[in-house]
């Protein structure tokens, strides 16, 4: 429960601003009071009476108004809040936040604020792939800002992709987790591996596959939302790094394969979501290869991190990914015993809103004592929460047996 949370709610210019009236309710009803600040721009969409009413507080729109409660409303609101969420945060939003830019009374209120900060993001496709627009984001989550990635659907403008305003169930469990945050995992140490490898052919070409990173960067926010000291170990992807993640940047499946084996005597668990080339080309010529009939490469195999990692385990919790196309549980449960592992997270592949390049996951569970876990379609960092979870209970299991 929330009871006694002071939470500020900014809701911006966009359609999805009369989805922040169901949220504004979900915080009530657990027992926070919000204060709801609205743009000029969002008053278009969404009347200050309807937030009035949800909240039972005043609302906040006017940077210059006579304030009631604070000597300075920006200033009041500011230092008065357990948490600041903006839903929806709009490109202009972003922009303003990530230029330092104040010119109204959301602005200024966030640049007062010492308190955390959860942004959900909301546009049309093509605006949030926009360079300007991601590179904002970095930089906001550089300065500790939290963001709520959003997701693929239909949009108000009849187009279908990424920028759809996240479900309000996960906004929410993420609010919940900064306004009172799980310190169980404390102490431990944790290390995620995620995104492709490439592997040189020539100076221009490589071999890769379409692992995005997404579900390793949620599986490290979620280790790091419950305390554990996380190191990231992660391939070439464009994904901003998660708040208080150590992140090792590498390339090649030789690169990473040094990286965790260095790491690995230090850590409790590893978590080996990234998607390693499994061969590479034998020979990388010095200058681009010219076209000039069928190209016929040679390929080595690349060092298996996770059966090299099982092999040397001491007490560690060892978690491997099993993405497939056919013979699902099958596949699995060989990999998970092959390699010694404690859990395998296993998805088909060929199932809607699984696998690679989506913001969504349908994974199941093997254990190693032979339990298996299906889970519903969902958002990848709600999959890497209950991974995370699974990992707690194999880790009192195993220090009962101790």
């Known amino acids: 429960m929330l009871s006694g949370k002071q939470v500020v709610l900014g809701v911006t210019g966009g359609i999805a601003a009369y989805k922040a009236v169901e949220l504004c309710r979900l915080f009530v009803k657990d027992g926070a009071n919000v204060r709801v600040i609205l743009t000029a721009a969002a008053k278009q969409f969404v009347m200050p009476l309807t937030f009035q009413t949800v909240s039972g507080n005043r609302v906040y729109d006017d940077l210059f108004a006579g304030s009631q409660l604070y000597a300075v409303d920006h200033v009041g609101l500011a230092q008065g809040a357990d948490l600041i969420l903006i839903a929806p945060a709009t490109a202009n939003c972003l922009g303003k936040l990530a230029a330092g830019i104040a010119d109204d009374l959301l602005t200024t209120t966030l640049l007062a604020a010492d308190c955390p900060v959860l942004l959900a993001p909301a546009m049309n496709t093509k605006m949030f792939e926009n360079l300007a627009v991601q590179e904002n984001l970095e930089r906001l989550v550089l300065r500790g800002y939290s963001i709520v990635q959003p997701v693929e659907g239909e949009l108000a403008c009849g187009s279908c992709g990424g920028g759809r305003l996240a479900p309000l169930d996960v906004i929410f469990a993420e609010a919940k987790s900064l306004l009172s945050p799980v310190t169980e995992l404390k102490g431990i140490r944790l290390l995620v591996t995620a995104g492709p490898t490439r592997e040189a052919i020539d100076p221009v070409r490589y071999l890769t596959n379409h692992s995005s990173g997404k579900m390793g960067y949620a599986v490290a926010q979620a280790a790091a939302e419950q305390g554990a000291e996380v190191t990231l170990v992660s391939g070439p992807v464009t994904l901003p790094t998660p708040a208080g993640v150590k992140i090792v940047q590498v390339t090649t499946a030789q690169e990473m394969y040094a990286a965790v084996l260095s790491l690995y005597p230090q850590m409790d668990v590893v978590v080996k979501t990234a998607a390693v080339a499994d061969y590479r080309p034998a020979g990388v010529q010095e200058t681009k290869i010219k076209k000039d009939g069928d190209m016929i490469l040679s390929l080595v ?73 299906q889970l519903a379609r969902m958002s990848k960092l709600a999959v890497a929460r209950e991974i995370i979870s699974e990992i707690k209970r194999i880790m009192n299991i195993a220090k009962e047996i101790l």
């Open 301 to 373: 195999r690349t060092p298996d991190i996770l059966a090299e990692l099982g092999k040397y385990k001491q007490n560690q919790v060892l978690v491997g990914f099993a993405a497939e196309t056919d013979n699902l549980r099958e596949n699995a449960l060989a990999k998970l015993f092959r390699k010694n592992l404690e859990l395998i997270v296993a998805n088909d592949l060929t199932e809607d809103g699984a696998g690679f390049n989506t913001d969504t996951n349908v994974v199941k569970l093997y254990f190693k004592d032979g339990q298996e876990k």
